[in-house]
């Protein structure tokens, strides 16, 4: 379900209008994560780390009103639910995107994510399925590299304003601490350097739970 945003009495109409108009309206930051505390929980449960912090990643994502917010010609909607579409990988070297709904039980999402995960691999191309909706966040893991920054490939003539996050290699140091880089990639007429911040602060918070 999504809902039409009030712009004529949203505070930031004249900074949508500004950005909208450019070529580029992303902009990134990237920052480093402390997932020692996640890892080891994602242990101790049997579970996928990978599944693990794609769960925490969608909470935190639902939690801000400004992550919801997607375009579509010259309006804004607010999307009730932000799911993961996730780069998966495959054993020949490929991945394909998925679509994997958010929950907030852990449980449901590990079985939805699973059932996902395990039908890209048994595919081929990069898309195999329908994507009706855009209440979605363009997710990757890119574990071979431990990246201070990171660019994504777009066609800037395509309408796009759905926010990008990946995750670099988890890294380890002397003193036990484990560390991930996080991008994140958003449109600037949706939100600005403050609410990826906040977004951010959330998530690590969760991630240390």
């Known amino acids: 379900m999504k809902r039409l945003l009030d712009l004529d009495n949203w505070n930031r109409k004249e900074h949508f209008l500004f950005f909208k108009q450019m070529q580029e309206p992303f902009f990134g930051v ?14 101790a449960q049997g579970t996928s780390f990978f599944i693990y912090y794609l769960h925490k990643t969608l909470m935190a994502v639902n939690a801000f009103e400004n992550f919801k917010y997607r375009i579509e010609n010259t309006h804004i909607y607010i999307h009730d639910r932000i799911d993961g579409s996730a780069t998966i990988s495959r054993a020949d070297g490929t991945f394909g995107f998925s679509l994997i709904e958010y929950h907030p039980d852990y449980a449901i999402f590990e079985q939805t994510a699973t059932k996902e995960i395990n039908r890209i691999q048994g595919t081929t191309g990069l898309f195999t399925r329908e994507f009706k909706e855009d209440n979605v966040i363009h997710f990757s893991a890119i574990p071979w590299l431990n990246f201070t920054s990171l660019s994504h490939a777009r066609n800037m003539t395509f309408p796009d304003s759905c926010p990008k996050i990946s995750f670099g290699k988890m890294t380890l140091s002397k003193k036990g601490k484990r560390k991930m880089s996080m991008s994140i990639h958003a449109h600037h007429g949706l939100m600005d350097a403050m609410h990826v911040g906040q977004m951010v602060d959330y998530f690590q918070e969760i991630m240390n739970q």
């Open 30 to 43: 990237n920052v480093t994560i402390d997932c020692t505390k996640a890892y080891e929980t994602s242990k």
